[in-house]
């Protein structure tokens, strides 16, 4: 399985310690990490109120990736892989809690994986 998170979606697994639920639920995954959010992840780390758990997220997903960091936003990279694999039929998921990026994966019928109460995986 594919899994395809946003920036919110990566601080909030570190935030909340929650990247073993993703090998509970999914077993074997690989995470897909965009350079737009990586450098989202960068520019977060070093301000916010979020900067220690961008910090800890932009740690961990380098060392899962090797992708070097592009400007842009990664809500419009995260839809236009989505449709790429879509039209591929690969199997992927993808990780946000982004009401607006939510609303849009639905109109395009997309698995949707979101944070719940903090402490739970769950898919739209």
Same mark, same amino acid.
């Given at each position: ?5 946003? *920036? ?8 909340? !310690? ?30 916010? #109120?979020? !900067? ?8 961990? *997903? ?6 070097? /960091? ?15 694999? !879509?039209?591929? /039929?690969?199997r ?10 939510? #609303?849009k994966?639905k !109109?395009?019928?997309?698995?949707i994986?979101?944070?719940?109460? /903090? ?6």
């Amino acid at each position: 399985m594919l899994i395809i998170p946003d *920036t919110n979606f990566l601080i909030y697994l570190s935030k909340y !310690k929650l990247w073993h639920n993703l090998e509970k639920e999914y077993g074997r995954y690989k995470l897909i990490v965009l350079p737009e959010l990586v450098y989202e992840l960068d520019k977060l780390s070093k301000r916010g #109120k979020d !900067k220690e758990s961008a910090l800890l997220a932009l740690e961990l *997903t380098s060392r899962i990736t090797r992708i070097r /960091k592009r400007k842009g936003y990664g809500d419009k990279a995260i839809l236009k892989i989505a449709s790429m694999l !879509k039209k591929n /039929k690969k199997r992927f998921i993808i990780a946000t809690m982004d009401k607006d990026l939510i #609303k849009k994966l639905k !109109k395009q019928n997309m698995k949707i994986l979101t944070i719940r109460q /903090k402490k739970y995986l769950r898919e739209i």
